[in-house]
């Protein structure tokens, strides 16, 4: 039995005040909130000045790659510098400073990290054929998780599936051995906005 899956991404190109630009003092109103085409990536905190912030955090609260809800707390930048979120986000709902930062500004955007939503595999495969295919420039790996998403709420835990799909920079097509619950594909950059499409041609011994 093979259970064909194909799946299509054109990528966003990165705004750093897309969701909020110039918060200042201790609210921070989030003016924009979904990623066009519903996309996930990793949210990035520029601070627009010198001064060190970094003993104090900001929690955000959105949507992950899946569409549920998740919220992780992050450290401010010190100085002029930008902060990535560690999960992936494809909706900002809100972002929470523990303390005011004055006179000073930051913007809210989103960087070139990107993770697709979690594709679920049949857990009786003996194996599969998966194929990832990109116009542009990209850094992307194929991951795996062994989590019963069924039953556990993300973000899960995710490791390589193994080569070629680590850190690739080309298009590729490989057979995996692996039995995984669920795949997905994370980008750590991109240049342009790259159209890539993850398939998967997966074999199980069941029926």
């Not at 003993?55 to 002029?80: C, H, N, R, W």
């Not at 899960?156 to 298009?171: H, R, V």
């Amino acid at each position: 039995m093979v259970s064909p899956i194909n799946k299509e991404y054109a990528l966003q190109a990165p705004v750093q005040n897309y969701f909020a630009d110039d918060v200042t003092g201790g609210t921070w109103p989030i003016t924009t909130n979904d990623i066009s085409g519903g996309q996930a990536y990793k949210i990035a905190l520029l601070n627009n000045s010198a001064t060190d912030h970094s003993a104090k955090t900001v929690i955000y609260i959105g949507l992950g790659p899946d569409g549920k809800s998740q919220t992780e707390t992050i450290f401010m930048p010190a100085g002029t510098a930008t902060v990535l979120s560690t999960l992936y986000y494809s909706s900002l709902i809100s972002a929470t400073p523990s303390a005011t930062i004055g006179a000073d500004t930051m913007d809210i955007g989103f960087t070139s990290q990107f993770a697709t939503p979690t594709i679920p595999m049949d857990y009786g495969s003996i194996g599969s054929l998966i194929s990832v295919n990109f116009v542009g420039t990209m850094t992307y790996s194929v991951e795996s998780t062994a989590d019963n998403i069924q039953t556990k709420s993300p973000p899960f835990s995710w490791l390589d599936a193994g080569d070629p799909f680590i850190a690739a920079t080309a298009s590729q097509q490989a057979s995996n051995s692996q039995a995984p619950r669920a795949l997905r594909v994370a980008v750590a950059s991109y240049t342009g906005t790259p159209i890539f499409e993850f398939s998967i041609l997966q074999a199980s011994n069941r029926g």
